[in-house]
């Protein structure tokens, strides 16, 4: 057995299981250790895992890896819980330029905890005929715009298998956002989300309501857009292109450490 140290962070109910790996030790192709340390009912439990690397021209890399074992595309949430965990190891101060799948990106923490997280400029979206708005935010994401008052009893996770592998959309599947625009004026919009990797809904996705803002810019949303999901509000931040592109696009919102330990690893899952 191997003693594994770990730290849990979530940011608005999405949750990871966050490593210290800048001597490099973890085995990244290892799926059944990721898969197991991901378990709620056999290991810690969280949506994904992320590792958390040193790198010669950033102050950090975040490699993000989906419940299901595999590295994923880029998360939201998860980044902006990495910048946090970053603090508090100390390997930044309140500013940071750190790597991640899609690329490179900016944040900075506030007093209170808020972590503002630049996305990658966005090239547009698409209309998919009567799927809804497709859009890609660092992973790929289809926005289904739903009737007043729906939202609450939608079975999330059966209406979002019916589009995670959809043929109309990438060969790696995409994931689902379910919304619900606001009854009043300044009210949040309501979004609920399928997560492939974690291939089921998620409490949030930072990635799925930075899709949902720009997709509802669309329909008279202004920036900075305020969203609700099930485990708490996001703002997301942006500047609309007349070429229907975006950019300056921050993702804010709460990163919370919840606890740290170790965990014995059996040899045969390491």
């Keep these: 057995m191997t003693s594994l140290p770990f730290y849990k962070y979530q940011g608005t109910g999405n949750d990871f299981v966050m490593v210290d790996d800048r001597a490099h030790q973890f085995d990244e192709h290892n799926h059944q250790l990721v898969r197991f340390l991901c378990d709620r009912r056999r290991g810690i439990g969280a949506d994904g895992l992320i590792l958390l690397r040193q790198h010669p021209q950033y ?50 923490v506030d007093a209170d905890g808020t972590v503002h ?8 979206q698409q209309e998919v005929e009567e799927y809804g708005v497709f859009l890609d935010t660092g992973s790929p994401h289809l926005v289904r715009f739903l009737p007043a008052s729906t939202l609450a009893e939608l079975n999330v996770f059966t209406e979002g298998r019916t589009y995670r592998y959809n043929e109309r959309f990438r060969e790696k599947g995409t994931n689902v956002n379910f919304v ?18 974690v291939e ?22 202004s920036s900075p857009v305020h969203l609700r999901t099930p485990g708490g509000d996001l703002r997301v931040a942006f500047e609309a292109k007349p070429d229907g592109s975006f950019t300056n696009v921050f993702l804010s919102g709460p990163a919370t450490r919840v606890f ?6 059996a040899d045969s899952t390491k």
């Design 260 to 265: 740290d330990g170790k965990i014995q690893v």
């Design 180 to 197: 619900e625009a606001p009854a009043t004026p300044g009210q949040p919009w309501q979004v609920r989300t399928y997560e492939r990797g």
């Design 59 to 108: 102050d950090f890399e975040m490699v993000y890896f989906n419940a299901d074992g595999y590295v994923g595309s880029m998360c939201g949430n998860g980044g902006r819980c990495t910048v946090a965990f970053a603090k508090q190891l100390g390997v930044i101060q309140n500013e940071t330029h750190f790597l991640a799948a899609d690329g490179p990106h900016e944040a900075r």
């Design 117 to 124: 997280l630049r996305m990658q400029d966005v090239i547009g």
């Design 200 to 221: 089921d809904e998620t409490l949030s996705c930072g990635t799925g309501v930075t899709a949902v803002a720009l997709a509802a810019s669309r329909r008279g949303a």
